[in-house]
């Protein structure tokens, strides 16, 4: 049958305002000296909790974190960890998988395109994985037409739930939706429909949390924001070397224009691009003792380096993650056939991705069986390692002579007797030996 296709509804989704814990700031100073500065404040929220007396709110959604800008600050520190940002793109192609498998013909046009915007039905699952570990709540919007669904990811940074659990509310922008209140959508959830649109939440169980899910990293958001403050530190110190290289005091009677002329002439000799480090001049008039001269010694690096090292594995360990999956492979530990990928690989999958994505997935199914009458078995996604297990297969064991011939070169032909693998025909000539050997003794 041929799709009907059903445009979606809802609200186009705009760029949305930051809150105060991430946002940009500029002072000034009172006196005549104007300076400017940056701040980047991506301190971890002093309260992550959820409204318990429902009846008390003003709303009619439930706000996620005492701003309700939760969604907004995990979206911002996302952008500022590489190691954090790492693991997460990791977990969500994992759970993806290489591409969903059915065996049934009508299924595989529909996962190939399952909304009007031509998204495929792992691009719409690989978006609700990533918010699902991000924020741990992701939101899957369906559209029903005559004999079928749309599904459509919506962004959870858009998303609140409303306090009768029996819808949500999206807003572009929830810093201002006080100010934009035409622009709320209500869409319920699933099974209850309403002009044809559904929603279907997906949240991991977190005690005191009715309503929102937590991501498994949340215990870590203080070393998330320390990685993002090490990486500004080591660009800081790149740009200028963070330091005075050395403290000289000079001390005698001259004029400033003598001073500063000295202090000139010293720099353009000593410092800038391939002179490495900065001196700082001290000029002292009417002192006749000899000039002082401080060298500073920067000897910082070690303990940043052990830093970043416990930042790394605090962030790794809070998502439940292996190190080997994110890069962070200790020296010594790798070998030819990456068994320890593998073996991590193998853990990641029992651990976190399976059930993440059944999770999903059984969501899917479930809207599918009931809208589509397609039974759940139907669709699988199939999951492919980072690394072949090819190396460790001993080809001699499982390709025939002919078989490594051509695969080694096509030219060099097969052989009369190469249709068998290399230990039957080593067999056959150690029985023929024996049969030459036992005629022997018979004659003898």
Same mark, same amino acid.
């Given at each position: 049958?041929?799709?009907? %296709?059903?445009?979606?509804?809802?609200?186009?989704?705009?760029?949305?305002s930051?809150?105060s814990?991430?946002?940009?700031?500029?002072?000034?100073?009172t006196?005549?000296?104007?300076?400017?500065?940056?701040?980047?404040?991506?301190?971890?929220?002093?309260?992550?909790?959820?409204?318990?007396d429902?009846?008390?709110l003003?709303?009619?959604?439930?706000?996620?974190?005492?701003?309700?800008?939760?969604?907004?600050?995990?979206?911002?520190?996302? %952008?500022?960890?590489?190691t954090?940002?790492?693991?997460?793109?990791q977990?969500?192609?994992?759970?993806?998988?290489?591409?969903?498998?059915?065996?049934?013909?009508?299924?595989?046009?529909?996962?190939?395109?399952?909304?009007?915007?031509?998204?495929?039905?792992?691009?719409?699952?690989?978006?609700?994985?990533?918010?699902?570990?991000?924020?741990?709540?992701?939101y899957?919007?369906?559209?029903?037409?005559?004999?079928?669904?749309?599904?459509?990811?919506?962004?959870?940074?858009?998303?609140?739930?409303?306090?009768?659990?029996?819808?949500?509310?999206?807003?572009?922008?929830?810093?201002?939706?006080?100010?934009?209140?035409?622009?709320?959508?209500?869409?319920?959830?699933?099974?209850?429909?309403?002009?044809?649109?559904?929603?279907?939440?997906?949240?991991?169980?977190?005690?005191?949390?009715?309503?929102?899910?937590?991501?498994?990293?949340?215990?870590?958001?203080?070393?998330?924001?320390?990685?993002?403050?090490?990486g500004?530190?080591?660009?800081?110190?790149?740009?200028?070397?963070?330091?005075?290289?050395?403290?000289?005091?000079?001390?005698?009677?001259?004029?400033?224009e003598?001073?500063?002329?000295?202090?000139?002439?010293?720099?353009?000799?000593?410092?800038?691009?391939?002179?490495?480090?900065?001196?700082?001049? !001290?000029?002292?008039?009417?002192?006749?003792?000899?000039?002082?001269?401080q060298i500073?010694?920067?000897?910082?690096?070690?303990?940043?380096?052990?830093?970043?090292?416990?930042?790394?594995?605090?962030?790794?360990?809070?998502?439940?993650?292996?190190?080997?999956?994110?890069?962070?492979?200790?020296?010594?530990?790798m070998?030819?056939?990456?068994?320890?990928?593998?073996?991590?690989y193998?853990?990641?999958?029992?651990?976190?991705?399976?059930?993440?994505?059944?999770?999903?997935?059984?969501?899917?199914k479930?809207?599918l069986?009931?809208?589509?009458? !397609?039974?759940?078995?139907?669709?699988?996604?199939?999951?492919?390692?980072? !690394?072949?297990?090819?190396?460790?297969?001993?080809?001699?064991?499982?390709?025939?002579?002919?078989?490594?011939?051509?695969?080694?070169?096509?030219?060099?032909?097969?052989?009369?007797?190469?249709?068998?693998?290399?230990?039957?025909?080593?067999?056959?000539?150690?029985?023929?030996?024996?049969?030459?050997?036992?005629?022997?003794?018979?004659?003898?």
């Amino acid at each position: 049958m041929a799709k009907k %296709r059903k445009s979606q509804l809802k609200s186009q989704t705009k760029k949305t305002s930051q809150s105060s814990k991430v946002s940009e700031t500029t002072g000034v100073s009172t006196k005549k000296d104007v300076y400017e500065f940056g701040v980047f404040n991506l301190a971890v929220p002093p309260n992550i909790r959820e409204k318990q007396d429902i009846s008390k709110l003003i709303t009619d959604f439930v706000p996620f974190g005492d701003d309700n800008l939760m969604p907004q600050y995990l979206s911002e520190l996302k %952008r500022q960890s590489s190691t954090h940002r790492s693991v997460l793109a990791q977990k969500t192609i994992f759970t993806s998988g290489a591409r969903f498998v059915t065996n049934n013909d009508n299924l595989k046009e529909y996962i190939k395109d399952v909304n009007a915007d031509g998204e495929s039905l792992r691009d719409v699952f690989k978006k609700l994985s990533e918010d699902f570990y991000t924020f741990g709540n992701s939101y899957l919007e369906g559209v029903l037409y005559d004999g079928g669904v749309n599904l459509y990811h919506i962004d959870a940074t858009t998303v609140r739930m409303n306090k009768d659990k029996k819808s949500v509310m999206v807003h572009p922008d929830w810093a201002n939706y006080r100010n934009m209140k035409d622009e709320m959508v209500h869409i319920p959830i699933y099974p209850n429909t309403s002009e044809s649109r559904f929603v279907l939440h997906f949240s991991d169980y977190e005690p005191t949390f009715q309503y929102y899910g937590l991501p498994d990293y949340v215990a870590a958001l203080e070393h998330i924001a320390v990685d993002y403050e090490i990486g500004k530190w080591n660009h800081t110190k790149f740009k200028n070397g963070f330091q005075p290289s050395a403290i000289i005091e000079i001390s005698g009677d001259m004029g400033a224009e003598e001073a500063k002329k000295m202090v000139s002439e010293f720099q353009s000799k000593l410092t800038g691009e391939g002179k490495n480090g900065k001196l700082m001049f !001290i000029v002292k008039n009417g002192d006749t003792s000899p000039a002082n001269v401080q060298i500073i010694k920067d000897d910082q690096e070690g303990s940043w380096i052990d830093l970043q090292r416990i930042t790394d594995q605090n962030i790794v360990t809070a998502h439940r993650w292996q190190p080997s999956l994110s890069g962070l492979v200790s020296s010594g530990k790798m070998n030819n056939t990456g068994s320890e990928i593998r073996i991590s690989y193998d853990l990641a999958m029992t651990t976190v991705i399976k059930d993440t994505s059944d999770r999903l997935l059984d969501g899917i199914k479930k809207v599918l069986w009931k809208e589509m009458g !397609i039974e759940s078995h139907e669709l699988s996604i199939h999951f492919e390692p980072p !690394i072949s297990f090819a190396a460790s297969i001993d080809v001699t064991k499982v390709l025939t002579i002919n078989e490594q011939r051509r695969l080694l070169d096509e030219s060099l032909g097969d052989l009369d007797d190469g249709d068998v693998f290399i230990s039957v025909r080593e067999q056959i000539a150690i029985d023929k030996a024996n049969e030459t050997d036992d005629n022997k003794n018979n004659e003898e």
